[in-house]
């Protein structure tokens, strides 16, 4: 344990970096799932099938090959991404690495995002979005002001679920130089082989806050989001 | 109503508002409606009957593009039904729609569900909504319900709500997909007279129903339908004295006698 505490600065610095990873990609993947799969239940069928062939590309690759083709195979066609790390966001600068992993882990959520939102929405009897469409309401006003608040109940649990899996997921990054979690944890194992299960127990407990903290907030916004039928 | 006052029912009575022409649909193999031809006056009650799955809740829900048709053409107050987008959340907005499984808004108030429409298809300021819902509430009978959940209302007054829903949008028809079949008997009356009050004020109704004492009471016309096509068509007294087909016979023969 004494390794954690004396490098405590990179164990904080390490788990901020995965929240950091989680943060960014959870919202994104977030917004494109839930277009996703607004346009996998919506009216037009050439979208339709747009996002399905999405949902079976990236649910069915694994995310490592997702990160290989985002860290190797992008740069080689011309999109490395350094452009981001002229931004500067509250005096830090955003790596092209922080920015390429985002994308790996929004590509890959994202299709899960979708599924969970279209669990929900198919939960929401259908006479409600054709009482909707009946008082004039059109599709995107239908979904946002009557079927998507009451999917939201239904949502929740799988919407949890998949986000946990994102925050273990942040992980793979550690393969391509990100100085996550993991990765700050092979680096204090190496330098202490001898404190090995103080190291690795230091990292689970920080991994099983973040996740409880996910999980107690969704039971709060359930209970908050509740329907009587 | 604010529609029958500024539109005034004599003005325009007997003119066709909604027509149907030639109208063919099909669920997979089955031929669901067949070659309807039904034209409905400004200000008519038209009532449409017949046996279970012979195309009456299809035809109605395709008057307002609930159901899509596979040929012939709908027309409302003489425009043509639009394809899907805003032209056709717009022609909805002039078909008021109530559904036998009420479908109010879970999520909302009472007051909510009437005001929803107003405020966001007609872009009315919410204070004049909720005036103009309180109207409509009181006239239905529920206006002391407003601030409470559909799940805490009776399935009669669930369906009330449903119909100042759909009237609060000031539609030129209203369509009623059998209102009162998921309805207990002593509340089928108080949505009845609430639809009999409806058509005595002048609103142009197509209603799809069981209830024959409503038909006889305030229909203009009765539609008779079996297997996806319109077998007879005549007015309640004549429909229910001297039936002309067969299939009508028998089927009055089975409801009316018991």
């Known amino acids: 344990m004494d390794a954690v505490f004396s490098n405590f600065d990179d164990y904080l610095k390490a788990f901020g970096l995965t929240i950091g990873l989680f943060v960014v990609a959870g919202i994104a993947s977030l917004v494109w799932g839930t277009i996703l799969a607004v346009l996998r239940v919506g009216p037009i069928s050439i979208l339709n099938k747009a ?14 090959m997702i990160f290989i083709f985002m ?36 590509l890959y959520t994202s299709a899960f995002v979708c599924e ?22 059109t599709f995107a006003q239908s979904m946002q002001l009557v079927v998507l608040p009451q999917a939201a109940r239904a949502i929740i649990p ?20 990100m100085a996550e979690a993991v990765a700050t944890m092979k680096a204090l194992t190496n330098n202490n082989a001898d404190q090995r299960t103080g190291i690795f127990l230091a ?13 107690l907030a969704s039971y709060a916004v359930e209970r908050k989001v509740r329907v009587a039928r | 109503m604010t529609a029958q006052e500024s539109t005034p029912v004599s003005a325009g009575r007997g003119e066709p508002l909604v027509v149907l022409s030639g109208v063919q649909k099909h669920f997979g193999q089955l031929h ?34 609930l159901e899509t048709i596979d040929e012939g053409t709908i027309t409302l107050d003489g425009q043509p039904l639009p394809q899907e987008g805003k032209a056709l959340a717009a ?7 109530v559904f036998q499984s009420f479908n109010l808004f879970a999520h909302k108030t009472i007051l909510e569900n009437v005001t929803l429409g107003p405020i966001k298809v007609r872009g009315m300021k919410k204070e004049e909504a909720e005036k103009q819902a309180r109207e409509l509430l009181d006239r239905v009978g529920v206006g002391h319900q407003a601030e409470k959940y559909p799940a805490q209302l009776s399935g009669g007054q669930q369906q009330r709500v449903a119909i100042a829903r759909a009237l609060a949008m000031e539609p030129k028809v209203m369509l009623f997909d059998e209102p009162t079949s998921a309805l207990d008997p002593e509340m089928i009356k108080e949505v009845l007279d609430v639809m009999v009050d409806l058509a005595q ?9 069981h209830e024959m004492g409503f038909a006889r009471t305030a229909a203009d016309r009765v539609v008779f339908m079996a297997d996806g096509a319109i077998i007879e068509e005549n007015t309640p007294e004549e429909f229910f004295t001297n039936p002309t087909s067969d299939r009508a016979k028998d089927f009055l023969g089975k409801i009316l006698k018991h």
């Not at chain 1, 190797?72 to 390429?100: Q, T």
């Not at chain 1, 990292?203 to 999980?215: H, K, W």
């Not at chain 2, 004020?201 to 129903?209: C, E, I, R, Y």
């Open chain 1, 51 to 64: 996002a399905a062939l999405y949902v079976t590309l990236f649910r069915n690759t694994p995310l490592l």
């Open chain 1, 71 to 106: 860290a190797i195979a992008m740069p080689v066609l011309g999109y490395n991404f350094k452009f981001v790390e002229d931004v500067e966001i509250g005096g830090y600068n955003v790596s092209a690495f922080f920015f390429r992993s985002c994308i790996a882990l929004t």
């Open chain 1, 116 to 137: 969970a939102m279209r669990s929900g929405v198919n939960a929401v009897p259908l006479g409600q979005a054709e009482a909707g469409r009946a008082i004039g309401l």
């Open chain 1, 158 to 177: 799988p919407m949890t679920s998949v986000l946990i899996a994102l925050i273990k997921n942040t992980s793979v990054a550690a393969a391509f130089g």
């Open chain 1, 203 to 215: 990292f689970a407990v920080g991994y099983i806050i973040i996740v409880e903290v996910v999980a």
């Open chain 2, 32 to 65: 669901a409606l067949k070659d309807i031809e039904l034209s409905v006056a400004r200000g008519e009650v038209v009532v449409v009957i017949g046996p279970s799955g012979s195309g009456k809740s299809t035809l109605c829900r395709a008057i307002n593009r």
């Open chain 2, 91 to 97: 022609l909805r907005a002039e078909v008021g729609m």
């Open chain 2, 201 to 209: 004020q002048g609103m142009t109704m197509v209603v799809v129903t």
